[in-house]
């Protein structure tokens, strides 16, 4: 056993930060245990304009890194490193990671979600390839080039709008006839002359030659198959909890997020989630952050008791 804390929090995105301000202000020893890059997957948020008190916007990378450098202040200790299993245990859960063992009286879980896979040919075989799940890392790449977003949402549509500053064209890719989307964000992508909407259709498989070339299309009214020439496909359809350690240690909802009460409490005392990880979660920086500081207040609740 390497150290016993009064809380480790497991993820460091909006969530586990909060979280970790909170819980090392109150004075609690707290371990935040991150495996991936501090900030979660708002890193990959070329610009976060409605999270409050930044009235210009931020990057996702630097409003990350604030909210790290106020929590350490305080004193929260960070490992990166990867979790590999939980024994949750009245008083004293062991966390078994990559770097060691360690015990704690409570845990926050705050390790998001991941980005959801299309699951055709030549997705895997072309990752890195002009297949990407990331605009703000890869969108400079293609500068003048076609691209290709799959998806309808706030996620596939900002994506979209990112890219139309570099692309010389952007096809937007949706199974449905209407997005499904906030109204500024959709006008914007109307508005946006390099933007252009393929409906009713979903991508069957991903082809080229070394890299990506052409994309497989077949429509969901009448099944007709199409090509479309393009030189990288950026894939937004969502996105899978970081939950697979709590599968039959905590209820799980059908998508396999943990779920919780009001005040994020799980079925295990001592023992909550928070963030993107959570069942009916909004999945937005500031209610993440909304989630990790109700957390912390609870476990303090906990740990106090």
């Given at each position: 056993m390497n150290k016993s804390y009064h809380v480790i929090i497991i993820g460091g995105g909006p969530a586990g930060l909060t979280a970790?301000?909170?819980?090392s202000r109150s004075r609690f020893s707290t371990l935040l245990v991150e495996k991936g890059i501090i900030g979660g997957q708002i890193t990959n948020a070329e610009r976060v304009e409605n999270y409050p008190g930044f009235p210009e916007g931020i990057s996702g990378i630097r409003?990350?890194?604030?909210?790290?450098e106020q929590a350490s202040s305080y004193g929260l200790e960070t490992l990166s490193a990867e979790v590999v299993s939980a024994v949750p245990a009245e008083r004293h859960n062991l966390i078994s990671t990559s770097e060691g063992d360690f015990a704690s009286e409570s845990i926050i879980i705050a390790s998001g979600a991941r980005y959801r896979k299309l699951g055709v040919p030549g997705e895997d075989e072309f990752a890195g390839k002009g297949v990407s799940y990331c605009a703000t890392c890869d969108g400079p790449l293609f500068r003048g080039r076609a691209v290709a977003v799959v998806g309808g949402g706030d996620a596939a549509v900002t994506e979209a709008l990112y890219l139309s500053k570099f692309a010389s064209s952007v096809k937007i890719i949706h199974r449905r006839s209407e997005l499904r989307?906030?109204?500024?964000?959709?006008?914007?992508?109307?508005?946006?002359p390099k933007i252009e909407f393929v409906w009713d259709t979903v991508v069957t498989g991903i082809e080229g030659d070394g890299v990506v070339k052409q994309l497989v299309l077949k429509?969901?009214?009448?099944?007709?198959?199409?090509m479309l020439e393009v030189a990288g496909v950026f894939v937004a359809v969502g996105s899978e909890p970081n939950s697979a350690q709590w599968r039959g240690l905590l209820p799980l909802d059908e998508g396999g997020y943990i779920i919780t009460n009001e005040l994020m409490e799980t079925s295990i005392p001592g023992i909550f989630a928070a963030g993107d990880?959570?069942?009916?979660?909004?999945?937005?920086?500031?209610?993440?952050?909304g989630d990790g500081a109700t957390a912390a207040v609870s476990a303090a609740r906990f740990l106090s008791s």
């Open positions: 970790g301000l909170y819980c409003l990350g890194q604030l909210i790290h989307t906030s109204r500024v964000v959709q006008q914007r992508a109307i508005a946006e429509s969901t009214k009448n099944a007709r198959i199409s990880v959570r069942h009916n979660s909004a999945r937005q920086v500031i209610t993440a952050a």
